[in-house]
């Protein structure tokens, strides 16, 4: 199946990633519908394809808000949800109804759909048992948004059961790049090596996989168009693990900045690195940005932010 020419849905569509798959859907020639509820997300973000974007103010939680636009889409990439684990943490009822009330009411509308793609997270997996994390790794998450994560991908199952649907589930590892909130750990070290010259790192140690936002994106069409991923389960990532302080070394290179060990605990998994295998032999698809070159059009983005704001 190819993208082009097909009516493709958005949910979050004003999100981190969902504004730039709008972008790239538009780009491959789909006609794209972007639904958002605008609590977080800002319509200027599609400021430069609004001609080619069909936008609605959609609340996953509201299915009535869904039900035009979903039951006219032929593929449907599900990113809508609460993604911030604090967030999560605080008001778990809210995350619960979005993420995981909220899925089951998109998936109510999709039963016309060719594929509906749904954004996970490695984050399912809690506390690695080995590493890289293949897609046989229990799911051991416990917090509010893992929690939500792993029931919504129970329902994408339980909807195939009773109604067929196709679908492809992502685990989503850490995608990083322009536009994405300051809070987050590379534009939060980012910003505070531009500000103060120095970054503070909490733990050096912690393991990450961190993938550029443009190959992230390329990957989710592929696997949309990808006949063999569907009704499968796939990690998405770069499949290199690199330490928050290798991290912050590169970072500081670029910004010609330095950084200090604060020795304060993570509050998250120590070690997180995909096996990203079973993608790459489903789609064929190679992450095709380097983690130094994604660190420096990151940086441009938000050296520009921080000129804008001293001015």
Same mark, same amino acid.
């Given at each position: 199946?190819?993208? /082009?020419?097909?009516?493709v849905c958005v949910t979050g569509a004003a999100g +981190?990633?969902?504004a730039p798959l709008c972008r790239e859907l538009i780009a491959r020639?789909?006609?794209?519908? =972007?639904l958002d509820n605008?609590? $977080?997300?800002? /319509?200027?973000? +599609?400021?430069?394809?609004?001609?080619g974007l069909e936008v609605y103010t959609a609340d996953v939680r509201d299915p009535d808000s869904l039900k035009e636009p979903i039951s006219r889409s032929q593929v449907v990439f599900h990113l809508a949800a609460i993604d911030n684990r604090k967030i999560c943490e605080q008001d778990p009822t809210l995350a619960f109804n979005v993420?995981?009330?909220g899925t089951s009411n998109v998936l109510s509308l999709c039963s016309g759909a060719e594929r509906v793609v749904y954004l996970s997270s490695?984050? $399912?997996? =809690?506390?690695?048992?080995?590493?890289?994390?293949?897609e046989k790794h229990p799911l051991d998450g416990y917090d509010p948004y893992a929690v939500s994560k792993i029931a919504a991908e129970h329902l994408f199952r339980a909807y195939h059961f009773i109604r067929g649907i196709p679908f492809t589930i992502v685990r989503n590892t850490n995608t990083f790049g322009p536009g994405q909130g300051r809070s987050y750990l590379i534009p939060s070290l980012i910003i505070e090596g531009l500000t103060r010259g120095q970054?503070?790192?909490?733990?050096?140690? $912690?393991l990450r996989d961190f993938q550029y936002v443009d190959n992230c994106i390329d990957a989710l069409i592929r696997i949309a168009e990808s006949a063999a991923a569907a009704g499968e389960t796939v990690n998405l990532g770069s499949g290199l693990g690199i330490t928050v302080g290798e991290l912050t070394d590169i970072i500081c290179r670029q910004l010609g900045a330095s950084w200090v060990d604060v020795k304060k605990p993570a509050p998250v998994s120590s070690r997180l690195v995909s096996d990203i295998s079973r993608l790459r032999a489903l789609t064929g698809w190679e992450p095709k940005i380097s983690l130094e070159e994604g660190l420096r059009r990151t940086i441009a983005h938000y050296r520009a932010l921080v000129e804008t704001d001293t001015k």
């Open positions: 199946m190819k993208i /082009a020419g097909k009516t +981190f990633l969902g020639g789909a006609r794209v519908i =972007g605008f609590s $977080v997300g800002h /319509a200027a973000k +599609f400021e430069d394809i609004k001609d993420n995981i009330m490695t984050m $399912v997996y =809690g506390e690695p048992k080995y590493l890289p994390i293949d970054i503070d790192v909490w733990t050096p140690g $912690v």
